[in-house]
């Protein structure tokens, strides 16, 4: 008997509904590694990855989805997901009224015409936005918030996740492009994993110093640095249910308690506990 393909389950929950946006929490269990059916959007989404990690592959173009970006799902565009790594990933949907859309987004990163359509796949997005991100998500899935209020988050987070100096694009060629993709596979595999350079250079399949150097140029931070966020964007998942901190610093990695609070204040602006009672109130 043929051995039967795995398959994702998908949960949707919607968070928020008015005129002009519409929010949803998808949560894939990511059971396929391989490229799912092509599926099409009849609107233009604006996801934000908050845990896991998928590909998206528009075409013969790949973009790989983790925290820390935004990744447009244009209107009319096909496209296939596929999670080559395990464990699932989770993102906030956001879509906006394509009217509203245009005037928030910059014209040099959108098409004219009725719908927006970005020119690229991803960008990434500032700490603050992540921090935008999961603390909406949890005042919404509460209710916390009243309607006109969430209203505002999600266009400060539209606007900062589209701004110059808040988010950031950077050319690269096919080659660190795929490099890269490669090693952000690896290090979303195993994110607490303490990697050595040389270790991480041999998964691979090249010297440390141009892993170094193509990963830095490609996204902007080191791969060390790169790991560091997956595993605080980590923390902002679990926080708000937490009852130790300590333990969970050590599940994420980090040496103790003070290592994980002073990392997570020096990215994100603000302590844990801060941000716990933030997502526990709001």
């Not at 929950?13 to 059916?37: M, N, Q, V, W, Y």
């Not at 013969?60 to 820390?68: D, F, I, L, Q, W």
């Not at 006109?148 to 400060?156: G, I």
């Not at 994993?193 to 399949?205: F, H, N, P, Q």
Request: glycine letters at 8%; hydrophobic letters at 40%.
């Amino acid at each position: 008997m043929p051995r039967k393909e795995p398959v994702n389950d998908l949960t949707v929950k919607p968070l928020l509904e008015t005129a002009t946006i519409a929010i949803r929490d998808f949560l894939c269990s990511g059971g396929c590694k391989h490229r799912s059916p092509d599926e099409c959007a009849d609107t233009t989404h604006l996801v934000f990855p908050y845990r896991g990690i998928f590909k998206r592959h528009v075409g013969t173009s790949e973009t790989v989805a983790t925290s820390g970006q935004l990744v447009f799902f244009n209107a009319g565009q096909d496209y296939a997901i596929s999670h080559p790594v395990g464990g699932g990933d989770a993102c906030l949907s956001v879509a906006i009224a394509p009217e509203f859309l245009h005037e928030l987004a910059p014209p040099d990163q959108v098409g004219g015409g009725g719908e927006a359509i970005f020119h690229r796949q991803a960008r990434g997005i500032d700490p603050q936005a992540q921090l935008l991100v999961a603390l909406l998500r949890h005042g919404l899935s509460r209710g916390a918030f009243e309607m006109l209020e969430a209203e505002m988050l999600v266009l400060a987070l539209i606007r900062r996740s589209l701004g110059e100096r808040t988010s950031h694009v950077r050319s690269t060629t096919y080659g660190r492009s795929k490099l890269v993709d490669r090693t952000k596979l690896l290090l979303a595999d195993a994110p607490t994993r303490r990697w050595t350079l040389a270790s991480m250079a041999a998964e691979v399949g090249v010297s440390p110093i141009y892993l170094t150097q193509s990963f830095t140029a490609t996204e902007g931070i080191s791969p060390y640095r790169y790991q560091l966020r997956l595993r605080l964007a980590q923390a902002l998942v679990a926080l708000e249910d937490c009852r130790d901190i300590t333990a969970l610093a050590l599940d994420l990695g980090f040496s103790s308690h003070s290592h994980f609070t002073a990392a997570f204040s020096q990215h994100f602006g603000r302590s844990p506990i801060a941000f716990q009672r933030a997502a526990r109130t709001r």
